[in-house]
């Protein structure tokens, strides 16, 4: 069974773009969630979809955002880049609800602001 | 909402030395727990995970992790480390009540051969 996989693993941005980030989970698990990691910060949790529906978020600014759509593919779309947004952006994907189920991990999106 | 501490930021040992990586938690409710590992170069992957039931629980690659639940604590054990299980180790917690997933800070092990 292939695992999470994110595309693209690699990207350069500019202050101020954006970005769009995507997260395919491993056939038949409904949830996905993103996370944040930073030498600094550590890893922080983002937000969580299940079923296409946010089920819960982290303390990050409204400029990150997210989706979940009907095959349970997911993205991430963070607006108006800083240059703090620069991290490893992963996914994870669970059969369902991230409290209930464990989680397996992609690679990751590694982002560098400039 | 809960936090998670993981004391040992960096810790070095030999090979066949044994290990305790300590990871304590914040919080009153009910919890599940898990560690994961992410080897260089490599993503995360989980080592194991107590969910209920036996409080000592049994991972990959030998390791295990016992659920104190009076000290807030689930400490990741080996009896005798290899070259191998040079990686970073991450202490997670989440509540099924708030679906919040926190991790530890993580730590460094680095086994000298």
């Known amino acids: 069974k292939a695992g999470v996989t994110q595309t693209p693993r690699y990207l350069i941005k500019t202050r101020g773009q954006q970005v769009t980030l995507s997260c395919s989970p491993i056939s038949g698990h409904r949830s996905v969630s993103w996370y944040q990691q930073t030498p600094g910060q550590g890893l922080q949790f983002l937000f969580e979809y299940f079923s296409e529906t946010q089920r819960n978020k982290g303390n990050f600014p409204g400029r990150f955002s997210g989706r979940q759509f009907s095959n349970s593919r997911s993205e991430m779309n963070v607006s108006t880049l800083e240059l703090g947004d620069s991290a490893l952006y992963l996914c994870?994907?669970?059969?369902?609800?991230?409290?209930?189920?464990?989680?397996?991990f992609g690679p990751g999106t590694r982002l560098t602001v400039t | 909402a809960q936090s998670v501490s993981q004391h040992n930021h960096h810790v070095i040992l030999s090979e066949a030395a044994s290990l305790e990586l300590g990871c304590n938690y914040s919080y009153g409710g009910t919890v599940n727990l898990f560690w994961y590992v992410q080897y260089p170069g490599q993503h995360l992957q989980l080592l194991l995970k107590y969910f209920s039931g036996d409080p000592l629980v049994k991972g990959i690659k030998g390791f295990e992790a016992e659920f104190i639940k009076s000290k807030f604590s689930f400490n990741l054990r080996k009896p005798s480390v290899q070259w191998s299980d040079t990686a970073e180790y991450f202490c997670?917690?989440?509540?099924?009540?708030?679906?919040?997933?926190?991790f530890g800070a993580g730590t460094r092990l680095t086994v000298k051969p």
């Open positions: 997670a917690v989440i509540s099924p009540n708030n679906n919040d997933m926190r």
């Open positions: 994870a994907s669970s059969l369902g609800p991230t409290g209930s189920y464990e989680q397996y």
